[in-house]
């Protein structure tokens, strides 16, 4: 009887437990190793998500209970909100906003093949990137029709700023759009490129559910279970083994050798190449070129316990559950962001949040990995600057306050072993992107050692909870190794 292949998952987040369960189902033998005690990494972060994408609940017979719809609501600090929902807003400007997403979201549409298959080489490619470039034209060019694709190539490469100055004129709604194409990321909105940001949150939000984040991580357990993935918290992998530069196994920080004939890193990718791998197995051309992505985090986390549900003037109580979001206009949005440039955090931060009970969770930005005066110095200054801002929209919160958890980009980086805490394991830049991402010579989930692959976030297509880097990347070994 000829012996199962066997691999091993560095890394128990939802994409290597997704690459997992696609691999066992196969017939390989894998087992994934996590170094924290609970599965499901950077799911830990949020009480609920957009849901993994369709293609993968299908495959892995996954069915997840939608929450309730959650909207967006823009904060006005005037008492005048706005309310998103779907293709919708409030206000003069609903028309102009509607005929808006649905481009958008035919332009994000437009991107399928390149986003749910492994990203084409730009030379020397096989049939398997012949037929992705071909999907890819199609869908742009008869997809979109010619007059959309031609609105589409210019506008993808543009900054997010200029392009919501040319279609709306409500400083709040403009604020709000922004927001949502730079969060996570170290960019503005004048930073070119944002538009491709904006496109490719609306390629994972469209259509899909609201889930428990919770939820999630307990039904990829289940299908990797299921599927006869051995799965191992509390196991810290400190090294790849290397044999006749071939990845054989890993060496656990407890100085226990494991052998496979397949390692997937769910790891970022400095995290794998320069600290797992070693620059010894690398050439010296790879070991510079993958030194170089950005990956410095730009957003904090802040958990704020209350003693009471915060008021906020012309909101009622109802929807203090939704979504909220304090950017104001694209002025301030980009004003918070120059701080970030020169390592400080933003003395007028922009920020989202959601209230669960009496528990109010805020992603902050900016608050730059390497603070000028370091976070221990200056996390108490950080906290003070997000109160300041939430008192003028929520009077007498502050006083509120029982306790204030703040988890930096820095925490984030050493609580879930991530080079540099970024929500996406890198810039989610054209030049980070797609056939580029995380670097050439390693796009296609495949590295320059043997038996190696990447299936995190650090791969494509990139961050945010689409499980699809896991799913791309257990097909392309499947197809491959």
Same mark, same amino acid.
């Given at each position: 009887?000829?012996?199962?292949?066997?691999?091993?998952?560095?890394?128990?987040?939802?994409?290597?437990?997704?690459?997992?369960?696609?691999?066992?189902?196969?017939?390989?033998?894998?087992?994934?190793?996590?170094?924290?005690?609970?599965?499901?990494?950077?799911?830990?972060?949020?009480?609920?998500?957009?849901?993994?994408?369709?293609?993968?609940?299908?495959?892995?017979?996954?069915?997840?209970?939608?929450?309730?719809?959650?909207?967006?609501?823009?904060?006005?600090?005037?008492?005048?909100?706005?309310?998103?929902?779907?293709?919708?807003?409030?206000?003069?400007?609903?028309?102009?906003?509607?005929?808006?997403?649905?481009?958008?979201?035919?332009?994000?549409?437009?991107?399928?093949?390149?986003?749910?298959?492994?990203?084409?080489?730009?030379?020397?490619?096989?049939? !398997? /990137? $012949?037929? %992705?470039?071909?999907?890819?034209?199609?869908?742009? &060019?008869?997809?979109?029709?010619?007059? #959309?694709? *031609?609105?589409?190539?210019?506008?993808?490469?543009?900054?997010?700023?200029?392009?919501?100055?040319?279609?709306?004129?409500?400083?709040?709604?403009?604020?709000?759009?922004?927001?949502?194409?730079?969060?996570?990321?170290?960019?503005?909105?004048?930073?070119?490129?944002?538009?491709?940001?904006?496109?490719?949150?609306?390629?994972?939000?469209?259509?899909?559910?609201?889930?428990?984040?919770?939820?999630?991580?307990?039904?990829?357990?289940?299908?990797?279970?299921?599927?006869?993935?051995?799965?191992?918290?509390?196991?810290?992998?400190?090294?790849?083994?290397?044999?006749?530069?071939?990845?054989?196994?890993?060496?656990?920080?407890?100085?226990?050798?494991?052998?496979?004939?397949?390692?997937?890193?769910? !790891? /970022? $990718?400095? %995290?794998?190449?320069?600290?797992?791998?070693?620059? &010894?197995?690398?050439?010296?051309?790879? #070991?510079? *070129?993958?030194?170089?992505?950005?990956?410095?985090?730009?957003?904090?986390?802040?958990?704020?316990?209350?003693?009471?549900?915060?008021?906020?003037?012309?909101?009622?109580?109802?929807?203090?559950?939704?979504?909220?979001?304090?950017?104001?206009?694209?002025?301030?949005?980009?004003?918070?962001?120059?701080?970030?440039?020169?390592?400080?955090?933003?003395?007028?931060?922009?920020?989202?949040?959601?209230?669960?009970?009496?528990?109010?969770?805020?992603?902050?930005?900016?608050?730059?990995?390497?603070?000028?005066?370091?976070?221990?110095?200056?996390?108490?200054?950080?906290?003070?600057?997000?109160?300041?801002?939430?008192?003028?929209?929520?009077?007498?919160?502050?006083?509120?306050?029982?306790?204030?958890?703040?988890?930096?980009?820095?925490?984030?980086?050493?609580?879930?072993?991530?080079?540099?805490?970024?929500?996406?394991?890198?810039?989610?830049?054209?030049?980070?992107?797609?056939?580029?991402?995380?670097?050439?010579?390693?796009?296609?989930?495949?590295?320059?050692?043997?038996?190696?692959?990447?299936?995190?976030?650090?791969?494509?297509?990139?961050?945010?909870?689409?499980?699809?880097?896991?799913?791309?990347?257990?097909?392309?070994?499947?197809?491959?190794?």
């Amino acid at each position: 009887m000829t012996k199962a292949r066997s691999a091993i998952i560095i890394g128990g987040g939802h994409n290597g437990l997704i690459c997992a369960a696609y691999l066992a189902r196969k017939g390989l033998k894998v087992e994934v190793l996590e170094a924290r005690n609970t599965l499901g990494g950077g799911l830990a972060l949020t009480s609920s998500h957009m849901s993994l994408h369709a293609s993968i609940l299908k495959d892995l017979k996954i069915k997840l209970t939608s929450q309730a719809p959650v909207k967006t609501i823009a904060l006005g600090p005037d008492g005048e909100h706005l309310c998103f929902s779907g293709n919708t807003v409030d206000g003069p400007e609903a028309a102009r906003y509607a005929a808006f997403r649905e481009e958008y979201l035919a332009y994000a549409k437009a991107l399928g093949p390149l986003m749910l298959n492994t990203p084409p080489r730009l030379k020397d490619f096989d049939r !398997a /990137d $012949a037929m %992705t470039f071909g999907k890819l034209g199609w869908a742009l &060019r008869f997809g979109l029709g010619e007059e #959309a694709m *031609r609105e589409f190539l210019r506008v993808a490469g543009m900054n997010v700023y200029d392009v919501l100055e040319e279609r709306f004129s409500a400083p709040l709604l403009k604020g709000a759009l922004a927001y949502d194409a730079i969060i996570g990321c170290h960019v503005g909105p004048r930073t070119p490129n944002t538009v491709l940001n904006f496109l490719m949150r609306l390629f994972h939000d469209s259509g899909q559910q609201r889930v428990s984040a919770a939820a999630t991580t307990s039904a990829l357990e289940e299908a990797a279970g299921k599927a006869g993935v051995t799965m191992k918290c509390g196991a810290k992998v400190a090294s790849i083994l290397v044999q006749s530069d071939k990845a054989v196994g890993v060496t656990l920080d407890t100085g226990e050798a494991l052998r496979a004939d397949i390692i997937v890193s769910n !790891a /970022d $990718a400095k %995290t794998t190449f320069l600290d797992l791998l070693g620059t &010894r197995h690398l050439d010296a051309l790879f #070991a510079h *070129r993958i030194s170089k992505p950005r990956t410095d985090g730009d957003v904090a986390r802040l958990r704020l316990s209350l003693k009471a549900r915060p008021t906020v003037p012309g909101l009622p109580d109802s929807d203090l559950s939704q979504r909220l979001v304090i950017a104001p206009d694209m002025r301030t949005v980009e004003r918070a962001f120059n701080a970030s440039k020169y390592g400080e955090y933003s003395k007028e931060p922009v920020m989202d949040m959601m209230l669960d009970g009496r528990t109010l969770s805020i992603n902050a930005a900016y608050a730059p990995l390497k603070l000028k005066e370091g976070w221990e110095a200056g996390a108490e200054g950080f906290k003070a600057a997000v109160l300041t801002v939430l008192e003028r929209y929520a009077p007498g919160l502050s006083a509120s306050v029982e306790t204030a958890e703040l988890m930096t980009p820095a925490d984030m980086a050493e609580a879930f072993g991530n080079a540099g805490g970024h929500w996406h394991h890198g810039e989610m830049a054209i030049d980070q992107a797609f056939m580029m991402r995380p670097v050439h010579g390693t796009a296609q989930y495949e590295t320059p050692v043997a038996g190696l692959y990447l299936c995190g976030a650090a791969a494509h297509p990139g961050g945010d909870i689409t499980g699809l880097p896991g799913r791309n990347a257990a097909k392309r070994i499947l197809r491959t190794a």
